[in-house]
């Protein structure tokens, strides 16, 4: 496609990046049958083309209205688009950098800049975010239906408390900011899934938020310094041996890049048990890039993080020989399980198939999902900021889940957990979760033994 940027910001990074993702947009419209809210809407300009159309007339200088603001905001940056673009169009890319213009330009009204400035604060903040949980459980009975339903019931797995790392191999995990006060048992199932194939996991107590909720929520500069502070966090961990200084006290254990001693050094991995949050750091490297303190440390921690499937896959042999030595493991071989691929799994890490392999090789038996490619409505906070088109995408994902009979549903992400439980009848589970129950029937017995 032919641009001709405008002198705002033709120069820039930014401008010189948008520029090449406009040109290899070919305009061909094959990622339209693929984008949900086209689906829903009809609209053109609620298309991934049309959206690369009003960014395109933006960034040449025309002017830039609400309804411009609207159409970028009704996008789930779910990037089907991209998985669907035979061009190799990163419409993502071009998306953050469209978003944040309009933001400028256009501004938000007092209501809508007050919510996205309370949710900023409210869900990277885990200990503010469990307290305001707590309070809204305790009001549930008195809210009106609708609202009760967006908070969770208080938790039915609890996790249990885990002993320090006692292998060789230790990899680095993720807490995150919500998951810890909604579903804390995924890390736990996590960690008691790879302690059982040797490896220890680990967490560093500074690292927190991602940086996705506020990047997404267009204050790029708040979510840019959450990701500095996870690449300080954990650098420690990950910093080869030359970085260790002479600061490093004689007779301990201690490095002077931080907080990791010989406990903790050399992690195999930056492990993501929510895919929202793998999709955003493994783009640290691109994010940071610019960056001339941290560009080199984003890149590696970006080229160290995996996703749990793409762990616990390359570890498969020894978990199928750990169930099939004991036949309990087998015992429940026979349950339909409906797994759901976040968006951030399976178009923006390009992960797929791996945690539904994973779990037919353990004896799950997975039922036929149809429109697998398509959102399930959570999309980070679009399920708040957009209910009605969240909703109606939910309707049909459960639908679409549940019309295989399943007995339970899986999938890979803490958000589209939550909201799909918020719709379904059926139990929705981390996929990670009931690999661990299936593993401690085989194998009974836990990391705090
Ligand atoms: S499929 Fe790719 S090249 Fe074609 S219109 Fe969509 S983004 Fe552009
Ligand atoms: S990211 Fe998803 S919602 Fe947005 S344009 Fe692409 S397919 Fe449509």
Known sequence: MQTNLADFIKDTPEGKEAEAILRSCVHCGFCLATCPTY??????LDSPRGRIYLMKQMLEGEPVTE???????????????????????????????GRGIVEKKVGRGLVAGSMRYVLRQALPNPGLFASLLKIGRAARPLLPEGLKDSIPAALVKESRSLRAARYERRMLVLQGCVQPGLAP????????????????LISAPDAGCCGAVSYHLNAQQEGLDYMRRNVDAWWPYVA??????????????????????????GIEAIVMTASGCGVTVKEYGHLLRH?????????????????????????????????????AGMEN???????????TLQHGMRIRGVAEKILTAVGFDLTYVPDAHLCCGSAGTYSI??????????KNKVTALESGHPDRIATANI??????????ALPVEHWIEILDEKLEVAQPGTIED
């Open 39 to 44: 689906q829903l809407l009809g609209d053109e």
């Open 67 to 97: 309804k411009t603001q609207l159409h970028l905001d009704r996008c789930l940056t779910c990037r089907a688009c991209e998985t669907a673009c035979p061009s190799g169009v990163r419409y993502g890319h071009l998306l953050d950098i």
């Open 185 to 200: 048992n995924i890390n736990a199932a996590a960690m008691r899934v790879l302690d059982k194939l040797g490896i220890s």
């Open 240 to 265: 080869p041996e030359t970085e260790k200084g002479p600061g490093a006290k004689p007779g301990t254990k201690e490095r002077a890049t931080g907080g990791a001693n010989e406990e903790t050094r």
């Open 291 to 327: 960056d001339p303190a941290y560009a080199e440390k984003a890149a590696r921690i970006s080229e160290l993080t995996r996703d749990i499937s793409e762990i616990v896959e390359a570890e498969m042999p020894a978990l199928v020989s750990l169930l099939s030595k004991s036949a």
């Open 333 to 343: 071989s026979k349950q339909k399980l409906a797994f759901h691929s976040p968006c």
């Open 385 to 394: 900021l957009q209910p009605e088109l969240s909703q109606q995408l939910l």
């Open 415 to 424: 958000g589209c957990l939550m909201h799909i439980r918020s719709g379904a």
